[in-house]
């Protein structure tokens, strides 16, 4: 199927009722390139130009429907620069549209410091939805979907590594996370470590040919990725939130996770006091853990 020939008939009529000047935070396809509103193609062809992280990448999705409009590059390290240029066009009425390699603008995502500028200056900015790896994860994963948290990418550094984890052991919902293919081993060996007996699932290469999900505890997971030689593609990570008993407290085994991720850094009595004021919960009762587990 032709897919620009289907579509042309009706991205022209949408034009027809004209789009308002301003910025448009448009979403693109994770993967499947077939994955885009009709709605998006019109905004995206309707722009002065369209601001994105790698014209190369968007140029696949801008040459499959016939988009010619300018591609710009906007990323981490050039926004500072481009910004001026950018606020004056909008300034003078024209309409221009932001996407990002792959899903929803923003998310993970350089692009806040421009749209936290539109408002300051009360430029129209309006969201065009699609795509979503976050929510197109979640929805796969057997996980609670009626709360959830989104924390990006794990951090590197030890001190923040503890900070992100303290975060997901201390919350009773659901967990999503980002990681890179080459760091994914590692983070489950971190996870057996620190969070032994939560559940997740790993949802990788969403709406591609590859795509899969792998669920269970951290251990049955890394013993499915472990002997191959290759980890490819863009990977989430959704993590189940702690299971408090009746008295709305935290297991023994959440306990036990967090007595061994500050025993790195802290002392036995240290741990004891930390976990005590945080959950609430006797000294007494934390300190018995902490000797079961030495």
Do not use: W
Not at 7 to 25: C, E, H, R, S, V
Not at 35 to 46: A, K, Q, T, Y
Not at 125 to 133: D, V
């Amino acid at each position: 199927m032709d897919l620009n020939i289907d579509t042309k008939a009706i991205i022209d009529q949408i034009n027809k009722n004209n789009f308002l000047p301003g910025l448009y935070i448009v979403s693109t396809p994770i993967g499947n390139l077939a994955d885009i509103s009709i709605r998006s193609l019109s905004i995206l062809s309707l722009s002065s130009f369209i601001l994105c992280e790698d014209t190369r990448t968007s140029k696949k999705l801008t040459t499959k429907y016939g988009i010619k409009n300018k591609l710009k590059s906007f990323h981490k390290f050039n926004s500072t620069k481009e910004m001026p240029d950018i606020i004056n066009k909008l300034k003078a009425g024209l309409i221009i549209s932001m996407i990002s390699d792959a899903g929803t603008p923003l998310i993970s995502d350089p692009g806040e410091s421009l749209v936290n500028t539109c408002i300051d200056e009360k430029i129209p900015i309006y969201s065009i939805p699609g795509a979503s790896s976050v929510l197109g994860s979640i929805v796969v994963s057997g996980m609670d979907t009626s709360k959830f948290t989104f924390l990006g990418f794990f951090p590197q550094t030890q001190k923040l590594k503890e900070l992100f984890i303290e975060k997901i052991l201390y919350s009773n919902e659901t967990v999503i996370i980002f990681e890179s293919p080459k760091r994914f081993r590692k983070l489950l060996l971190y996870f057996i470590s620190n969070l032994p007996s939560r559940k997740i699932a790993v949802v990788r290469e969403l709406t591609k040919k590859n795509e899969e999900v792998v669920r269970g505890i951290p251990q049955l997971v890394y013993e499915n990725f472990n002997e191959r030689v290759n980890i490819k593609g863009e990977i989430t990570i959704i993590i189940e939130g702690a299971e408090l008993n009746k008295k709305n407290q935290f297991n023994n085994d959440e306990i036990i996770a967090l007595i061994n991720l500050y025993k790195v850094t802290l002392t036995d009595k240290e741990v004891v006091t930390k976990i005590s004021n945080k959950l609430n919960i006797s000294k007494r009762v934390v300190y018995q853990l902490v000797l079961d587990n030495k």
